[in-house]
């Protein structure tokens, strides 16, 4: 990577080369005046040529994405290269030490981009997010185990037809494992609804220590013998669950019919008086027909309409809870700011608070992500929170161009580096000799 070459320019004042067309310069040399100010006064800085060592480094693809502050370090930079994630006019690129040339665009995938330089989740989040993984380990689970439990008939029928076409013994171990396994299958079809949580996860253990013991060349007797008494006592234990919970079916269901028993004979009742003191009946013996027709015609009606606006009820129930779990946060800040009377504040707080609820909604809480959300920068960011002038780079889309090489100007250096000239010199001496 080192060059002899470093890279530089003069500055050409427009004006000058517009006022002069170097007659003066070209009519000769050595005459030995020393013009060591400019006209107007100022002294020229000299170029730090010795800073332009390490020059050849910042066209590696790593270094750049650094530059560019897409990554907290090089290194960091060399896997988000490696693994994948930065694409190079348009095309993946696996390769850190890639040189660029001038005109080359970059770009980051922008998760990664927003971990390197976001700060790291506090104790609070990491926890939030390993509970939301096990969750979801969980449910992958549960939907692995309905899968399963919709391929048993399935299974079922090709069981019998092997048992069928093989024709084997009922004292064979094997066939005894296979019985034992469609036994399991069926008690999930069967009563998998109504099982506890606990009674299907040891039902699916035993299945897949049922297949893995299929799955050998060889089983014994005693291995059948361990398998077949785990699974006369799960049976017994579900048998047992499948008891109470039908127990406890019957008395909720009792309950249910005592306290409608009540609410049933409640508006006969209270109909009966008034229809039976209506004054317009001309005879007794017309009117008994009416009034129990009328009685049983508003009992159907309060009947209908209390059963209509109790699943009306559970309907609107079951919708709100849904709406409150989706939009929690939003419902909170509702109820805070229900309370409060907006003619109290001035026109600057609204647009404050305006402005505060936009950044909410475009910066959200997410316990998902690998950094801390609401996104904000990582702490200590100062020493490279800069852009050189040789990369023109766009935040919105991590993207980046590289305009041209680094170079050295009166008074200053390109490339970024902690030390002096002196520094320098010493280093491109040491690489002038060894290279």
């Not at 003069?10 to 080369?17: E, Y």
């Not at 104790?123 to 549960?142: D, Q, V, W």
């Not at 040891?202 to 049922?210: C, E, M, Y």
């Not at 893995?212 to 291995?223: E, F, G, H, P, Y």
């Amino acid at each position: 990577m080192f060059s002899r070459r470093l890279r530089a320019v003069v500055p050409m004042d427009p004006f000058d080369l517009a006022r002069n067309d170097g007659s003066k310069n070209a009519a000769g040399r050595g005459s030995g005046m020393d013009k060591g100010d400019r006209e107007d006064g100022r002294q020229v800085p000299d170029t730090p040529y010795m800073l332009m060592t390490f020059a050849p480094l910042e066209r590696r693809l790593d270094v750049a994405i650094f530059r560019a502050m897409f990554a907290s370090s090089t290194r960091q930079a060399r896997q988000f290269v490696i693994h994948g994630g930065v694409t190079v006019n348009g095309k993946k690129m696996q390769y850190p030490g890639y040189l660029l040339n001038p005109g080359d665009m970059f770009q980051v995938d922008p998760e990664r981009v927003m971990y390197a330089t976001g700060a790291p989740k506090d104790k609070s989040l990491r926890r939030a997010g390993r509970l939301r993984r096990r969750m979801g380990a969980k449910s992958k689970e549960e939907k692995e185990g309905e899968v399963e439990e919709t391929k048993t008939e399935e299974t079922k029928a090709e069981d019998k037809e092997q048992k069928k076409e093989e024709g084997k013994d009922d004292e064979d171990p094997r066939q005894m494992l296979k019985e034992l396994l469609s036994g399991a299958k069926g008690i999930m079809t069967s009563s998998g609804d109504l099982l506890p949580a606990k009674r299907r996860q040891a039902i699916r253990a035993f299945q897949r220590s049922v297949k893995q013991v299929l799955s050998r060349s060889s089983t014994t007797t005693t291995m059948t013998d361990n398998l077949e008494a785990q699974f006369l006592a799960l049976k017994n234990m579900i048998d047992e669950d499948t008891k109470r919970a039908a127990e406890a079916a019957k008395k909720a269901a009792a309950k249910k019919a005592e306290q409608a028993a009540p609410n049933t004979e409640s508006p006969s009742s209270a109909t009966e008086p008034s229809s039976s003191a209506s004054p317009t009946a001309p005879s007794p013996s017309s009117t008994t027909p009416n009034a129990d027709t009328i009685s049983t015609t508003t009992t159907t009606t309060t009947t209908t309409t209390t059963t209509t606006t109790n699943n009306n009820n559970d309907n609107i129930n079951n919708q709100t809870s849904r709406d409150s779990k989706s939009s929690s946060e939003i419902d909170d800040l509702a109820a805070s700011l229900s309370d409060v009377e907006l003619a109290d504040y001035s026109p600057a707080d609204l647009k404050a608070l305006k402005l505060a609820l936009e950044e909410i909604h475009e910066n959200p809480i997410d316990s998902t992500k690998p950094y801390a959300t609401p996104w904000r920068p990582r702490d200590y960011m100062s020493p490279f929170a800069f852009v050189p002038r040789y990369l023109e780079v766009n935040h919105n889309i991590c993207a980046a161009v590289y305009l041209r090489h680094p170079v050295a100007r009166p008074g200053r250096a390109e490339v970024p580096t902690p030390f002096n000239e002196t520094i320098g010199g010493a280093a491109f001496a040491w690489y002038l000799r060894r290279r």
